[in-house]
């Protein structure tokens, strides 16, 4: 399949351009439900890869992890908004975990957690547990091209796809960006 100016194929048949976890997600679901194109990885960051694509930034959606604290107790939660959208982390994102104070996890940290590369972070693959906050505009979408767990490559799925992956909760998140 063609979107932008990029090939898409199968994400099973091609697990070398996949984080080890993604590879074994895609796995486990319906062969057709996730593409895969590589790309460069040097363009890997959204509005880089938009223009270099032809892809419209309400056209991906950027995967975010963040932290969520109530006293001792820590949560991890991927949070999902078209790029074109800033998530509102301090209101939706903090109620829905029910937490006192959420904030972006650490640059660092996030691979480590995911197994997955900055810059590459996607729900598919993510830890058992961990929650998935889909916004309502990206759930509702056709196509979408998110992270592979890689900055070499992109993932092409549909909304649906990403609502119905195990943790997802479908919620009003997005801010449109300023």
Not at 26 to 38: F, H, I, M, N, T
Not at 91 to 120: I, Q
């Amino acid at each position: 399949m063609r979107f932008g100016s990029l090939d898409f194929a199968p994400a099973a048949d091609h697990p070398e351009l996949l984080a080890p976890p993604v590879a074994a997600a895609v796995a486990e679901l319906p062969r057709e439900a996730v593409l895969v194109s590589a790309i460069d990885p040097e363009a890997a960051d959204t509005a880089v890869f938009c223009e270099r694509y032809g892809i419209g930034m309400d056209e991906g959606a950027n995967c975010v992890i963040v932290e969520g604290r109530r006293g001792e107790r820590v949560v991890h939660a991927a949070v999902m908004v078209r790029g074109a959208d800033r998530a509102d982390v301090n209101g939706a994102v903090r109620r829905f975990l029910d937490v006192r104070k959420v904030s972006f996890a650490a640059f660092e940290l996030a691979p480590v957690l995911t197994g997955m590369v900055s810059g590459g972070i996607t729900p598919v693959g993510l830890p058992d547990g961990w929650p998935i906050l889909v916004d309502e505009a990206v759930a509702a979408a056709p196509n979408l091209i998110i992270g592979s767990g890689v900055r070499g490559s992109k993932l092409l799925v549909s909304g649906a796809t990403l609502a119905a992956l195990r943790g997802a909760a479908v919620l009003p998140l997005a801010r449109v960006a300023a």
